[in-house]
């Protein structure tokens, strides 16, 4: 199935929102430090609600250490500087999809060693920033997700 990754998210209610995102398609989770935000903060858990136990999820203590644990043949930069809409791309069953912080994005040194054809956005109306990124990775998967029939174990 396809991997999520939270370069060093901030805001722990948006990742308890993605925990229950992968719980509910089976997507992997990971998560590279440093976090924002204690793993067992109450706002994390109520976000997340029970769907903790129904989650695969991988703390990672550095991107490099990410890197080197993920099995996947595609990385996908999702970010706002992306020329390449996200509708337009065939996704295969272990492709993996990175999200930047909530306030910084990804960093420039990340980016730049993910190729310009691999930094995919999500249309938004001319003058807006962003939007929230558990928003987006809802988007993301739900349209890999739906590329493979909705199939389980994809």
């Known amino acids: 199935m396809f991997n999520i990754i ?4 901030e805001i722990p209610q948006n990742t308890g929102n993605i925990i229950r995102l992968c719980a509910n ?5 990971h998560l590279v430090k440093p976090l924002g ?9 109520r976000a997340g609600l029970d769907y903790h136990e129904f989650a ?5 203590n550095n991107w490099s250490d990410c890197l080197e644990q993920i099995d996947s043949s595609r990385l996908f930069a999702i970010t706002t500087k992306g020329k390449i809409r996200y509708d337009t791309i065939e996704f295969c069953h272990d492709d993996s999809f990175l999200f ?17 054809h ?14 929230n990124l558990s928003n987006t990775a809802a988007i993301i998967a739900y349209e890999a997700w739906r590329q493979f029939g909705f199939q389980s174990g994809v």
């Open 6 to 9: 939270l370069f060093q998210p």
């Open 25 to 29: 398609t089976g997507t992997q989770l």
């Open 56 to 60: 695969n999820i991988k703390i990672h």
């Open 118 to 131: 691999m930094h995919l956005r999500v249309p938004m109306v001319y003058g807006s920033r962003s939007l």
């Open 100 to 116: 930047g912080s909530e306030t910084k994005g990804l960093p420039v040194d990340v980016l730049h060693n993910i190729s310009n």
């Open 37 to 45: 935000f204690m793993l067992r903060n109450k706002q994390l858990l």
